[in-house]
């Protein structure tokens, strides 16, 4: 899982949103694409939030 210029978030379907967190809590990014460009994030770990219809999933994120 580390990234360096990009994640792809996989295993969802139909229509979703993504929002990646910093360690503070605050938004870095939010789009509706499996796509999350992260090369210009500070190295770290960030909070993976995926809001679709059927409920909410989360996951952390190394970026180095």
């Known amino acids: 899982n580390p ?15 993504v929002q990646v967190l910093n360690s ?8 509706n694409t ?5 090369a210009s994030l500070p ?3 960030y909070i993976v939030v995926v809001r679709t219809a059927n409920g909410v999933g ?4 190394l970026k180095e």
């Open 3 to 17: 990234a360096t210029e990009y994640a792809v978030v996989s295993g969802v379907s139909g229509e979703f949103t």
């Open 24 to 31: 503070v809590g605050s938004e870095v990014f939010v789009g």
């Open 34 to 38: 499996n796509i999350i460009p992260v």
């Open 43 to 45: 190295k770290g770990i």
């Open 58 to 61: 989360t996951t952390r994120l």
